[in-house]
């Protein structure tokens, strides 16, 4: 049969400039790929955890840690950049399909993002857990660094995003550079001014670095005498922004060296003398007469109010409780949801372990003398977020019921999946904590052992804890100052 138009041999010859186009292509995304993993393990292992150490020496400021992050991402967006310029030079594709090469592996990253942050919850808090061990995998490079920059943001989950897009910038640039590398000047040759870019970026960094390093620090309180200080989970964004502001070290690394322990073991450290001072709510009667059996006299110091909330899934249809409600709930006189305008479903009512903070909160202010029911060991939550999870995790009937403090529940352990219950018709918020509407408002105390002489380290923190810029700390730190209580 003729073709006298020539239409099957062209046919034939698109499909042929496809394929000539389509192999070139994979292979250059494969071995981008190929690079990336060598690149990622070759790098965590040799340099990535040599500068999360260098990020949390001492005398590091919040300054030279920005500077050392910048720096850090400029140099890796340099390597990627060195390798789109060498494979532009290498391959014969055009420059698009060339940056293209990075497509699949944007797309792998952004795949593995997703599913870590629906594995989540959505939620900051959670950012570092299973779900994301993949992505760490894939960005391994990256993992040390952002570990050391989450307390610089409350949406980790965005850096992790942007280290996928680090590489494939960098790769991109480099192709467009060395595809178009030059502008001619009046003489006809090459004006290759992205190296002075390159360069003057580079020594700027190093300049500002080295400056920041080196300027001199005037701490209130010098680390080496910082007092030994423990305390409540909800405390530890306050705790950690006092010893960031009290000693001058960035807060990467008051993060990172601030440990607290729970509510009790706070109390029994500072009762065996292993803490100086600790940030919790009131004692429980356990703690009491630990207190006493060992000849110690406890000083409790208010400085802030939070909110003890109850806490129900998005789903259920319950849009308050009163006092009354919660108490004949928690002594085991009212069992169902029906009961309070609910469904028809049992109130699965978790509660704290013995002795916690909020479990000792929901005994001695929530139940005013009435007894609680013993619940089975199933609901009874040893950690504070565990408390959240479990409400936002229960069945598909959504009949859980739980209780925390505000600051935790809404900003370091947020749910989306979970809602404040209003109390006696009052909203949990700040604004009502400031007021005193809300009816049960919890103190953060300053707790430390009465008769002994503190320190100076220790009556310096003392002061500034109940001066003006303590004030600040504490409101920054989540809790409503006493001073700006109405």
């Avoid at 300027?215 to 409540?232: K, M, S, T, W």
């Avoid at 085991?332 to 305008?341: A, C, D, L, P, T």
Wanted: net charge negative.
């Amino acid at each position: 049969m003729s073709d006298p138009k020539g239409v099957i041999a062209d046919t034939e010859k698109g499909a042929s400039v496809r394929i000539a186009w389509f192999w070139p292509w994979l292979g250059g995304t494969f071995m981008f790929g190929l690079f990336s993993v060598m690149f990622n393990v070759i790098w965590s292992i040799v340099v990535a955890s040599n500068v999360q150490l260098l990020l949390r020496h001492e005398g590091v400021t919040d300054t030279a840690v920005i500077v050392m992050l910048v720096l850090y991402a400029w140099i890796v967006g340099l390597i990627f950049a060195a390798y789109g310029a060498l494979s532009a030079r290498i391959s014969s594709m055009h420059k698009l399909p060339l940056m293209l090469t990075g497509l699949l592996s944007l797309l792998c990253g952004l795949c593995l993002w997703i599913v870590g942050l629906q594995g989540s919850g959505g939620q900051p808090a959670e950012v570092w857990g299973g779900s994301w061990e993949l992505f760490s995998l894939y960005h391994a490079w990256a993992a040390p660094v952002l570990e050391v920059l989450e307390p610089y943001t409350q949406h980790s989950e965005i850096w992790f995003l942007l280290t996928v897009l680090l590489p494939i910038a960098g790769m991109v640039i480099g192709v467009e550079v060395d595809r178009y590398p030059a502008v001619t000047d009046k003489d006809g040759k090459a004006d290759h001014r992205w190296q002075w870019v390159v360069v003057s970026m580079s020594a700027a960094l190093i300049i500002v670095l080295t400056i920041a390093l080196r300027l001199p620090q005037h701490p209130y309180i010098a680390e080496r005498d910082f007092p030994v200080v423990d305390g409540a989970t909800a405390a530890i964004p306050f705790a950690q922004d006092m010893l960031h502001e009290l000693t001058g070290m960035s807060q990467a690394r008051a993060a990172h060296e601030l440990r607290f322990n729970t509510t009790h073991q706070a109390y029994v450290n500072l009762i065996e003398k292993k803490a100086d001072l600790i940030l919790v709510a009131g004692p429980s009667d356990e703690e009491l007469r630990l207190a006493k059996s060992r000849g110690v006299h406890m000083k409790l110091i208010p400085i802030g109010r939070d909110a003890f909330i109850f806490l129900v899934h998005q789903e259920n249809p319950v849009k308050g409780l009163s006092s009354e409600q919660v108490r004949r709930i928690y002594e085991g006189s009212i069992h169902n949801w029906n009961e309070v305008g609910g469904k028809d479903q049992p109130i699965i009512a978790y509660q704290r372990e013995e002795n916690s903070g909020s479990q000792t909160y929901m005994e001695k202010k929530v139940m005013e003398g009435h007894e609680m029911t013993e619940p089975p060991r199933e609901l009874q939550i040893g950690i504070m977020g565990g408390m959240i999870n479990a409400v936002a995790d229960f069945n598909k009937d959504h009949n859980a019921l739980g209780y925390s403090f505000y600051y935790f529940a809404n900003v370091m352990h947020n749910r989306q999946e979970v809602k404040f219950l209003p109390i006696d018709g009052v909203e949990p918020n700040k604004e009502h904590i400031r007021s005193g509407q809300y009816p049960f408002t919890a103190q953060l105390f300053v707790v430390t052992r009465e008769g002994e002489k503190p320190r100076p380290s220790l009556q310096r923190l003392l002061d500034w804890l109940q001066s003006e810029e303590g004030t600040r700390a504490i409101e920054r730190g989540g809790f409503v100052a006493l001073d700006s209580q109405e």
